[in-house]
Every structure is written in structure tokens, then in C-alpha cells.
């Protein structure tokens, strides 16, 4: 695996970092900024609209030069408004910071993708999709708690400082001059795996210089009409809006379902966490079957409803998911990228658009759907449905697949 995958990598475990860190900071926001602590809960939805409106039109920014440089400027603007938030004493100016980092973290995803992939090569593009998503899970299981250490012993301000000082190193090697070298761990001949290229992916180009860039990106919209895509992108909301509807309210299970002390949410969350790294590596490393994994998932969600009274139960089932959920979102991930090979500077936007509306919508259906039932468990139950029409989803899609060949293997004769 080409090495300077893994420097990108370095950057979304600061990025992912920076996305979920606010579930550990707001006490500490809303004392020093005299507001609400749900007007500081608020900056984690801001964050989120940051991602969903940022990834395509980031996209669309990153794709009118070359990659190196568009990732070089959405990590330099990530770190200077992480250092604005931390010497701001405005919850306005904070909250503009958050969607500003949550754009150019978008733009910095959209670009990386594809990116990543093309570096890595065909036969590795999976891995290369897992060792950035990987930077997400890791941020989960290791950054959001030492940021919520270190916020709870410096402030909030530090996180802030940290984050930023997080992305140095992936910044220092992306300045670098284009010629600059870095070996490939495994040895292995990849092509570009040598070096860092500069050159821009085939659809941001004009090809033979007659094309402008908007006629390119045009076109690449336009893949969008594919059915197969479409149904791939849906299934990544839903899958990715279950995983967060039972994952924000994992806590409240625990305390108010389970009745369990609040001081092992931590270790919950934490298994959940490791779950997600496991299951990102494993759709690295092989090929699930979507439909199968997809019937799994509905299962375990429903049995996670069910048992979820259980301390042994609830923390076996957390792994379970965390693991189940992120092998399938980044497969899903892989077949958006596969699907959208004539798009290679939208298809990376495609799908990070589509992950960030499952994280934003999840969330706030399980709220409804709790608040109307008056038991945490009504989010596990909305993980359910999402599942299922995700499953109904991509069913459909594989038996419509499965069909068309056949028609065409037979010339269309019954």
C-alpha cells in the first residue's frame, strides 16, 4: 500500500476527530462562552450541514486543478479555522468555524477518495478506501476520548490547538515538492506507489485541452442517472442513518434501558468504537456480499431491540454492530467509487454526501421516534427500519442486476 495513503489517513483521524469531539466539550463550551449547553450542542449539527452542502461543491473546487495541491488548500484552511475557533471568545464566529472546518473537511474526503484509489490501484482500491475510512473509526475509539481527556484537564481551546497540530505532518508532506519520493511498505510494485503524483485525475482535465472543466464535471453528473449508482448511494444513507440513529443513543440505553452506571458509557461506547475499526479492516481485506450482510444487519438490530436490558448482551451486540455497520458502509463506499469510474471527481463527493446524510438524518428520526415512544430503545427500532429498507433497497437492485444479464446473455428470449 503506497505510503502516502497512509499520510492521508493521518489526516481524517484529525478530521474524524475534530467531527464527534464536541460530544465531550460542551460543558466546558458553555461555561466559558456564557451561552446554553444546547446552543453548544448545536455546533455538532453545524458540522454536520458543513459536510452535506461542502462535499459537492468542494468537490467541484478540487476537480478544477490537481489533487495535490486541492488537498494541500483544504488542509491548510481546516488548520487556520481550528485555530481561529480556539481564540475566539464569539459563539457566532465559532459556529461559522464549524462549518467552515466541516467544508473543507468535506472537499479534503471528496478528493482523497478517488484519489487514494487510483494511487492504490485497482487490485488495492478496497484497502485504500479502508485505511482512510479507518482514520474516521480510529477518531471514534481513540481521538474523541483523549480530546474529551484533554478538554476536561487544559479546555476546550486545546482540543481545538491539538486537532490542528494533528494535521501538520500530513500538511508538511503535501507542500513537499511533486518530485518528492516515499517508499511502499509492502515493497510491492504499484504503479505510483513510489512517489506522490501531481497530475490531476482523468475527468478533471480537459482531455485534449478542448473541454472546459464544467463540461467535464457536467458529464460527470450525469452518472447519477445510473440506477445501480443511485441505489448504491441510497443504501449508504440508510445503512450510515442506522448506524448513527442506534449509536447516538447508545448512552441512554445504557443508563435508562440496560441501568447501568453512567461511568461505563465510555468503555460501550469504546467497544462500539473498536467494532468499527474491525469492521472497516475486514471490508479492506475481503469482499462481503452486500444482500447477506445487509439481511445480518437487520437481524442484529432487531436482536439488539430486543435484549438490549442485558449488560453482557448490550456490549457484545454494540461490537457486533459497530463492526457489521462500518464493513458495510465502506463496501458501500467502494461500490459508489467502482459504479462511478467516469465521474473520478464527483464520485468521492457522491459518496461522502451520501454518509453524511444518513449521520445527520439517523440521528434526528431516532429522536423523534424516542420522544414518541418514551423509550431509548425506539431508536435501536429505528436502526431497524432503516436496515430493512436498505436490505429491500439493494435487493432489488441485485435481482433487477441479475436479470438484465441474463436478458442480455439470452438476447432478451424467455
Known sequence: MPFFVHVLG?????????????????????????????????????????????????????????????????????????????????????????????????????????????????????????????????????GVPAGAALGEHLGWRWVFRAVAALCLPALALLLRPARATFADREGDPVPGAGEVPATPPPAASSGDGSRPAHHVLRNELRTLRSRPLRAALVSGALVNGATFAGFAFLALVATDVTRLPSGIVPALLATFGLGAFAGVTLAGRTTLRVPLALGVLVAAWTLFALVAAHPVALFVLAAVQGTLSFALGTTLVNRVLRLATEAPSLSGAFATVSLNIGAFAGPLLAAAVTANAGDPRGALWTSVVLSALAAALTGRAYVTGARARWEGASGGRE
Do not use: K
Not at 94 to 122: C, E, I, K
Open 10 to 142: 493521518l489526516a481524517v483521524f484529525a478530521q474524524g476527530t475534530s467531527e464527534f469531539m464536541l460530544s465531550g466539550l460542551v460543558p466546558g463550551l458553555a461555561r466559558d462562552l456564557s451561552v446554553s449547553p444546547s446552543t453548544a450542542a448545536g455546533l455538532t449539527s453545524a458540522y454536520a450541514i458543513g459536510m452535506i452542502v461542502g462535499a459537492p461543491l468542494m468537490a467541484v473546487l478540487g476537480a478544477r486543478g490537481r489533487p495535490r495541491p486541492a488537498l494541500a488548500g483544504f488542509l491548510t484552511a481546516f488548520v487556520v479555522v481550528h485555530v481561529v475557533g480556539a481564540l475566539t471568545t464569539d459563539v457566532a464566529v465559532l459556529y461559522a468555524t464549524r462549518v467552515a472546518a466541516a467544508m473543507a473537511n468535506a472537499g479534503f474526503l471528496a478528493v482523497a477518495l478517488p484519489y487514494a484509489a487510483a494511487l492504490a490501484g485497482p487490485a488495492r482500491q478496497a484497502r485504500a478506501t479502508a485505511v482512510l475510512l479507518s482514520g474516521v473509526t480510529l477518531a471514534c475509539v481513540v
